[in-house]
């Protein structure tokens, strides 16, 4: 996934992408009209293929109380719908914000190969959201985190979890390549 920014880091949109001042547009006004629902916080994105909206998005944590449903997820979520599928090789992301973490590796799961956004994550710090605190956790060591994580040690529970995804995965129609 490459990622390309405007504004403070830099500078002006991709000129290999000359629609892209036009998306970014959308996404922040889909931003800013956040600001006049309730219960909305102004983030707004879309997923682009093709020239062509497939999916928008604006942060809806408060009003579905569901804290995955950032902009992001939600632009993916109605592009996943509309075209059938869940991996979008063949689009860009378009953001108001620079996308959290977890959107972020939305955007890597769903195979999303160019990323735009506006403002960055020091803008959103400033304003009050954790995403730079979000992205640093997962650096530190597991004893350092806000949400240390704890392995289950009975080899049993592991080997009956770890069982679970050796036998999905040979019931691929594809042989599968281990990752490192």
């Given at each position: 996934?490459?990622?390309?920014?405007?504004?403070?880091?830099?500078?002006?949109?991709?000129?290999?992408?000359?629609?892209?001042?036009?998306?970014?547009?959308?996404?922040?006004?889909?931003?800013?009209?956040?600001?006049?629902?309730?219960?909305?916080?102004?983030?707004?994105?879309?997923?682009?293929?093709?020239?062509?909206?497939?999916?928008?998005?604006?942060?809806?944590?408060?009003?579905l109380r569901d804290p995955t449903a950032h902009a992001e997820v939600m632009a993916l979520r109605a592009a996943g719908q509309k075209l059938?599928?869940?991996?979008?090789?063949?689009?860009?992301?378009?953001?108001s914000i620079e996308p959290c973490p977890m959107c972020l590796t939305a955007c890597y799961r769903a195979r999303i190969p160019r990323l735009?956004?506006?403002?960055?994550?020091?803008?959103?710090?400033?304003?009050?959201?954790?995403?730079?605190?979000?992205?640093?956790?997962?650096?530190?060591?597991?004893?350092?985190?806000?949400?240390?994580?704890?392995?289950?040690?009975?080899?049993?529970?592991?080997?009956?979890?770890?069982?679970?995804?050796?036998?999905?995965?040979?019931?691929?129609?594809?042989?599968?390549?281990?990752?490192?």
């Amino acid at each position: 996934m490459r990622v390309r920014c405007t504004a403070a880091d830099s500078g002006p949109c991709s000129p290999e992408n000359s629609h892209d001042r036009t998306f970014l547009e959308q996404a922040v006004s889909i931003s800013r009209h956040a600001l006049e629902d309730e219960g909305k916080t102004p983030f707004g994105a879309l997923v682009v293929i093709d020239g062509e909206v497939v999916g928008t998005g604006t942060s809806s944590v408060v009003e579905l109380r569901d804290p995955t449903a950032h902009a992001e997820v939600m632009a993916l979520r109605a592009a996943g719908q509309k075209l059938g599928r869940n991996l979008m090789e063949d689009a860009v992301m378009y953001s108001s914000i620079e996308p959290c973490p977890m959107c972020l590796t939305a955007c890597y799961r769903a195979r999303i190969p160019r990323l735009v956004y506006a403002a960055n994550s020091r803008d959103a710090a400033v304003n009050g959201f954790e995403d730079l605190q979000f992205y640093r956790e997962p650096a530190l060591p597991n004893a350092e985190r806000g949400l240390p994580a704890e392995v289950a040690v009975e080899a049993d529970l592991q080997e009956r979890a770890a069982g679970a995804l050796a036998e999905w995965a040979t019931q691929l129609p594809f042989p599968v390549e281990p990752k490192p």
